[in-house]
C-alpha cells in the first residue's frame, strides 16, 4: 500500500487534448485559462496554482486558482512570446484559510477563545519559518506577536488576524509539504497572433498582367499588392510558383489533352527546370520573388506559399529518387486517381517506402527553404492524403525551430481526420463552412468548433470559395449570396479567406454538374477587369475594417448564438473578456427575401443587464438603434444588406468606459 498524508485530488485538467498527447493552441495576448477539479476530504479550505514555464525552463512560475463553482477552479496565464510552454497543477489544504473562515464564524458567535488564536498563531509561525524574504518575515512575525498579545481582548485579535493581506501574505509562505501535484505535465503550443487572427486574400501571380493574353511575373504580382492592401487583408496567399509539368498535362476545364499554349495546373509541380526549390521561369527567377515578399511587407502584407507534396512526372525527384514513388505490377509509377477521377498529371509520393526517412528529411527542406527566403505562411495542399506521423514529426520540428511559422491546413475531408491533423500539427484549418447555409446547421457546427473542446486544438479558418470550390449557395444566390458568405466568413471565425477576383467580382458560373468554376483558373492564365463598377472591393474592405477595429471579432472564445424567432435570421456575438468591445452579428440567411424576427438575447453574454437599454450600431450601414431588453424586432433585407454588424454600447457607461482602438 502507498501511504501518503496528501489530501487532495485533482481531475478533469483543462486544456489537454488527448490526455496531454498533443499540446493545446493558444496565441501570444490570449489569456489560457487553466481549468481542473479540485477536491479534497472534510470541509477544509483547499489553495491551488498553474505551476507554467516555457519547455524546458528550469524554474517554475506561479498563478493562482480560484473556484468557480461545483469544486471547478480556474487560473488563467498569459505568454508573450509564441513557442511551447508546460504546466501543471499544484493545491494542498490551506490551513489559514480554513481558520480565517472558522474563526470569524467564533466571533460572529460569541464563541471565540485564546486557544483558537493559538491555532492561528502556529500556522503564521510556519509560514515564517518557511519565509526567505525579511520583510515578508518581519510582517509574519508582528502578525504572529499581535495574535498572541493577551493584552488585547480575543475578539480583537482574531478580527485583526482576518484580513485579506494576512492571508495572503500567509499564504505567499504556505507550508505545502502535503500538496498534490498533478500527475502530469501538459504542454501548450503558443502560436503568435496572426495565428489567431488573419485575412487572407489568394490569387494567381501568372493572371495578374494588365493586359490579357500575357502570362503574368512576379513584377505583375508585386503591382497587385496595393490593389490587394486596399482590401484590408493582411496575408497574400500565392498557389504553387514552381516549373509545372508538361507530360500528361492537363487543358482547360481539367481536359486530358492540352494544347501547345496551355499553361496546366501548377499543382503539377516539377520540371527540368527544377521542383519544390525553384520558381516557374515565367514568373522570374528567385531573386524577383525575394522582392515580392518584401514589397508585400511593405504594404502590411504576409507572404503565404501552398506548399503541395505531389509531384508531375517531369519532377526530378521521380528520376533521382524513383523509390519515393509507388511502382505498378507493369513498372509504371502510380499517378493520382479517386476513381472514376484519374490525374495522370500528378504523381503521390509513397509514404511506405523503403526510404520514408529520406523522403521525410526532404520534404521538411522544402519548408526550410521557404523559410530561408523570408516565407513563414504555408497553406498546405490536402494534407490528409500524407502520413500523419510525418506531419506531427515534421510540424513539430519546424515549430520548435522557427515558432514564427504558420501551417493552414487544406483538408475538406472527415472531421475526425480534420482533428487529427489540427491536433498533429497544423496552426489553422480549413472548415465546411462554404457548405453550411441553413441556420440549425451553422448554430451546429459553430458551437462544436467554438464551445467544446475541440477549441483546444482546432483553429477554423473560414472560405467561402476557393478554386475548387464554388457552391450552388454562390451559384445561385446572386449578390446578396456573396455578401452574406462574406459577413459570415468575417464574423463566425477570426481567421478568413476567398479566393480573388472570382469572389470580389461575383464570378457564379460553374463547371456543369459541378460545384467548381467553369473555365477554371487551375487550368487557364485569366485577365481580371478589376474596375468593375459591381465589385465588392469596398464592402470587403469595409468589413476588414470592422474587423481591424473590434478585438471581439479577433478571437473565437467569447462567442455565443443568440435566439431568433425566424429560421432564416441567424444571430451571433463575440466579446472580448472584459465586455469592453461587443460585436452583434445579424444576417439573413435567405438571398432572395426580406426576413424579420424578434431577438431573444442573451444579455449576460453581451455583458448588459436584464433590462438594459442600450445602443447598437450597424457598422456596415453606419445605422443606430436604439434597443431595450433582450426582445427586439429585427428586418433584413438581403437586396439592400444581407446583415448587420452590430457595435453594442450600453448607454449608461460613460464614453472613457469605452476603449479607443
Known amino acids: 500500500m502507498e501511504v501518503t498524508q496528501r489530501r487532495v485530488s485533482i481531475r478533469g485538467v483543462r486544456p489537454q487534448v488527448d490526455c496531454g498527447r498533443f499540446p493545446a493552441k493558444r496565441s501570444v495576448g490570449e489569456p489560457i485559462d487553466v481549468e481542473a477539479d479540485i477536491l479534497a476530504d472534510s470541509h477544509d479550505l483547499i489553495g491551488a496554482v498553474v505551476l507554467w514555464r516555457p519547455a524546458g525552463a528550469d524554474d517554475w512560475d506561479e498563478a493562482s486558482m480560484e473556484l468557480v463553482a461545483n469544486d471547478r477552479w480556474r487560473g488563467t496565464v498569459e505568454a508573450d512570446e509564441p513557442g511551447r510552454y508546460e ?45 526567505t524574504e525579511a520583510a515578508a518575515k518581519d510582517a509574519l512575525q508582528r502578525a504572529h506577536d499581535a495574535l498572541l498579545d493577551d493584552s488585547q481582548p480575543v475578539p480583537r485579535r482574531a478580527d485583526e488576524a482576518l484580513s485579506e493581506e494576512l492571508a495572503e501574505l500567509v499564504s505567499a509562505n504556505d507550508d505545502r509539504r502535503f500538496a498534490t501535484t498533478f500527475d502530469r505535465t501538459l504542454e501548450i503550443r503558443v502560436d503568435r497572433e496572426r ?134 505490377p507493369d513498372g509504371s509509377i502510380q499517378y493520382a486517381e479517386n476513381p472514376p477521377k484519374k490525374y495522370q498529371d500528378i504523381y503521390p509520393l509513397n509514404f511506405e517506402s523503403d526510404d520514408a526517412e529520406g523522403l521525410w528529411t526532404e ?76 441556420k440549425w446547421e451553422i448554430e451546429q457546427y459553430y458551437n462544436e468548433l467554438h464551445r467544446t473542446e475541440v477549441a483546444d486544438f482546432f483553429r477554423p479558418n473560414s472560405w467561402p470559395n476557393t478554386p475548387d470550390i464554388l457552391t450552388e449557395f454562390l451559384q445561385y444566390g446572386g449578390r446578396a ?105 445579424v444576417v439573413n440567411l435567405d438571398p432572395n427575401w426580406k426576413q424579420a424576427g424578434t431577438t431573444w438575447l442573451d444579455m449576460e453574454a453581451l455583458g448588459l443587464e436584464p433590462d438594459s437599454q442600450f445602443q447598437v450600431h450597424d457598422r456596415i450601414g453606419e445605422s443606430r438603434y436604439l434597443w431595450h431588453g433582450p426582445s427586439n424586432y429585427v428586418e433584413l433585407d438581403p437586396h439592400v444588406t444581407p446583415g448587420h454588424i452590430f457595435v453594442v454600447r450600453d448607454i449608461h457607461r460613460t464614453e472613457r468606459d469605452f476603449p479607443t482602438f
Open 87 to 131: 504546466f501543471t497543477i499544484r493545491a494542498w489544504i490551506d490551513r489559514f484559510a480554513t481558520w480565517q473562515r472558522d474563526m470569524a464564524k467564533r466571533v460572529d458567535a460569541g464563541v471565540s477563545t485564546e486557544i483558537d488564536l493559538q491555532v492561528g498563531a502556529e500556522i503564521i509561525a510556519a509560514a515564517m519559518n518557511n519565509s
Open 195 to 328: 495565428a489567431r487572427f488573419s485575412s487572407w486574400y489568394e490569387f494567381f501571380p501568372r493572371s495578374a498582367a494588365p493586359e490579357p493574353g500575357r502570362h503574368g511575373t512576379f513584377d505583375d504580382a508585386i503591382a497587385r499588392l496595393p490593389y490587394v492592401a486596399s482590401m484590408g487583408f493582411d496575408v497574400v496567399y500565392l498557389p504553387p510558383i514552381h516549373p509545372i509539368g508538361k507530360t500528361h498535362r492537363k487543358g482547360p476545364n481539367n481536359v486530358t489533352e492540352a494544347g501547345p499554349d496551355d499553361p496546366g495546373s501548377p499543382w503539377a509541380i516539377g520540371s527540368s527546370e527544377g521542383g519544390h526549390k525553384s520558381v516557374h521561369p515565367e514568373l522570374g527567377t528567385l531573386e524577383d520573388f525575394d522582392r515580392f515578399v518584401a514589397a508585400a511587407d511593405e504594404h502590411g502584407l504576409e507572404v503565404a506559399l501552398d506548399i503541395a507534396f505531389q509531384c508531375s512526372p517531369d519532377h526530378p525527384w521521380v528520376s533521382e529518387h524513383p523509390e519515393w514513388f509507388k511502382e505498378r
Open 363 to 438: 520534404l521538411k527542406s522544402v519548408f526550410e527553404f521557404w523559410i530561408d527566403r523570408g516565407v513563414t505562411i504555408f497553406r498546405v495542399d490536402n494534407p490528409h492524403t500524407k502520413s500523419f506521423p510525418f506531419w506531427q514529426w515534421c510540424l513539430d520540428e519546424l515549430t520548435r525551430e522557427h515558432p514564427d511559422t504558420i501551417f493552414l491546413s487544406e483538408a475538406f475531408t472527415r472531421p475526425k481526420v480534420m482533428y487529427e491533423l489540427a491536433k498533429v500539427g497544423f496552426t489553422q484549418s480549413y472548415t465546411y463552412f462554404a457548405w453550411r447555409n441553413r
Open 481 to 585: 449570396a456573396f455578401v452574406q458568405k462574406l459577413i459570415l466568413a468575417a464574423t463566425l471565425t477570426a481567421n478568413y479567406g476567398i479566393y480573388g477576383p472570382p469572389f470580389e467580382l461575383m464570378l457564379d458560373e460553374a463547371r456543369p454538374g459541378a460545384e467548381e468554376y467553369v473555365d477554371n483558373e487551375k487550368y487557364e492564365v485569366k485577365h481580371w477587369d478589376l474596375a468593375q463598377p459591381d465589385s465588392l472591393r469596398e464592402m470587403i474592405a469595409r468589413v476588414n475594417r470592422i474587423r481591424s477595429e473590434n478585438p471581439a471579432l479577433q478571437q473565437d472564445r467569447e462567442f455565443t448564438f443568440h435566439h431568433v424567432d425566424n429560421e432564416e435570421l441567424l444571430a451571433f456575438s463575440k466579446a472580448t473578456r472584459d465586455k469592453s468591445n461587443v460585436v452583434l452579428v
